[in-house]
């Protein structure tokens, strides 16, 4: 019997103008899976996460989120004042007030209790990292959005963040969509791998798709691993198609199904 997916698009596609940024895009996060998203700058990923979290409602398709879902957000950038005398333990208690055991929790969780009176804007990029992290997991969330969670790490903090997501999601059981456009470590940690340039080239599990011509259209020689589904047909304007879809969420525009 499958497990009810934590959220879901379904052909769903987006246009900023007359510019279309995501084609007929299918993809599903079931809990306790680590689904990673990749593709070259511009390709549209964070746009998919946006419509996923709901920030802004599909051109067509659908978009469905399991009611009552909680989310945890790991945002691509974070802005933060080099003026504002804020430590750690203070930016966590902005985000959830009065909850001093589950901050401290959290930064247990993550390996960072040791930070909690230091400056942020004296942390390392793998700490303020982790710190971020803290502060999605504060939600105690069904599901963690990562987007770009590795920028700024170096490739021996980049391999241990992957590792600690992996931790976390062991431990919790939440499901887990990652964006990145790093392709060499970002594979050991997926569970299910979505290649995207404006469509969905190709996906599946995480082994050996380098061989595959979308990836290597894509990524040419680069280190990576995933499979390509042979479960659809590319339509016109590389749309995928498949079988099955969730319920249409109010506001989405036509029916989709999922790749």
């Known amino acids: 019997m499958s497990v009810m997916p934590l959220a879901e698009l379904a052909e769903a596609s987006f246009a900023f103008g007359n510019r279309l940024v995501l084609d007929r895009v299918s993809l599903r996060v079931r809990p306790g899976e680590i689904v990673t998203v990749i593709g070259p700058n511009g390709s549209g990923k964070t746009t998919l996460l946006r419509l996923l979290l709901g920030l802004v409602r599909p051109s067509a398709g659908q978009v469905w989120r399991r009611p009552g879902l909680r989310v945890g957000y790991l945002p691509q950038r974070v802005a933060i004042d080099e003026t504002l005398p804020l430590t750690v333990r203070r930016v966590l208690a902005m985000a959830r007030p009065r909850a001093e055991g589950a901050i401290a929790a959290a930064l247990a969780e993550v390996g960072a209790k040791s ?80 290649c995207l340039n404006h469509h969905v080239c190709c996906s599946g599990h995480p082994e050996a798709v380098t061989r595959h011509p979308a990836y290597r259209a894509l990524f040419g020689d680069a280190i990576a691993v995933y499979t390509h589904r042979h479960d659809h047909v590319h339509e016109p304007a590389f749309a995928v198609a498949g079988e099955g879809a969730p319920e249409a969420e109010s506001g989405t525009l036509r029916d989709g199904t999922d790749g």
């Open 115 to 194: 930070l909690a009176e230091r400056p942020v804007q004296a942390l390392s990029g793998g700490e303020l990292q982790r710190v971020l992290l803290a502060r999605a997991l504060l939600r105690e969330p069904d599901l963690l959005v990562l987007d770009e969670p590795v920028q700024g790490v170096d490739v021996t903090g980049q391999s241990e963040l992957y590792a600690l997501i992996r931790r976390i999601r062991d431990r919790r059981g939440c499901g887990v969509l990652l964006v990145s456009h790093d392709l060499h470590l970002v594979m050991a940690a997926s569970d299910e791998v979505v």
